[in-house]
């Protein structure tokens, strides 16, 4: 992806609560209207609007499933100004309300699994543990697509990066993953994942490399929900999907709609060669 519309993605996805104006957007990343328009378009398959819309409204779908917050306050976190607004344009997209979507049956971890992954079963749960985790400084690459692609990005990953962060550092988590979407709400061509390398030093004079500073990315710090997935690794449905419907439920947490990550210490293309990744989840938690 350009990395001009990288920008423009990034600053979406961290400003969905605030009016964002494809003009403003434009001028901040130096491109005229119009021109950014067509790139954008090109680059992620959607217009900026319909982007913008669809990110907003995938997200508050997984707030109305996963938190006790009122419609309300879901309408206001994602920009818009009355109940109303938000209910029209959430029935628009999805074509029942936000009340419908909440209370709808069917949209379970076991429902989803049996019908479009096959059998998925509870009995031996992996082990969650809540853990406070720091913000790691990254050099990152957007990908769309369902999450079985994920051995191939990887690899594009890993062969894109310059020649200077390619040293091995056995033992060290180098890479790891961004997971934005539930599969049960964004269908899996649009499903976003970040690949990402990690800088141990912030203030690694690699940062400033061409091709690494119009990259970079801060993790967000904050208190997740972690599995330790390396040994007898599971399926990543199968994980997020216990931690969401069967774990956070039985606790005093609530789901945020910050990224979900997976921290590699081998690596990424050999730990994706099966639905199972070999990896460390978190799952952000309020």
Known sequence: ????????????????????????????IGLSKFYFERLFQAEVGQSFYAYLKRVRMH?????????NQSIYEIAITYGYSSNAAFTRAFQRFFGVSPTQYRSRQG???????????????????????????????????????????GQDWWRDFIERLPEPL?????????????????????PPSQLRYDCCYVFADAQDARIELDGVRDRLVMTDPGLYAVVDN?????????????ILDEWMPKTNYQYSDLPALE????????????????????VPLE
């Open 59 to 67: 997200s508050a779908a997984r707030r109305l499933k996963w938190t």
């Open 230 to 242: 390396n040994h007898e690794p599971r399926s990543r449905p199968e994980v997020y999907f216990y």
């Open 107 to 149: 949209s379970s971890a076991e429902c989803f699994f049996k019908n479009r992954l096959g059998r998925l079963s509870f009995d031996n749960p992996p082990k969650v543990q809540a853990r406070d985790v720091g913000a790691y400084r990254c050099m990152f690459r957007r990908y769309y697509g369902p999450y079985e692609r």
């Open 166 to 186: 390619r040293s091995s550092e056995p033992g060290r988590v180098r890479f790891l993953g961004r997971i934005y979407d539930d599969p049960r709400v964004t």
């Open 263 to 282: 921290f590699f210490t081998s690596s990424p293309v050999e730990a994706n060669s099966t639905c199972a990744p070999a990896c460390t989840m978190l």
């Open 1 to 28: 992806m350009d990395a001009r519309i990288l920008a423009a993605v990034k600053y979406i996805e961290e400003n969905l609560s605030e009016q964002i104006d494809l003009e403003e957007v434009s001028s901040k």
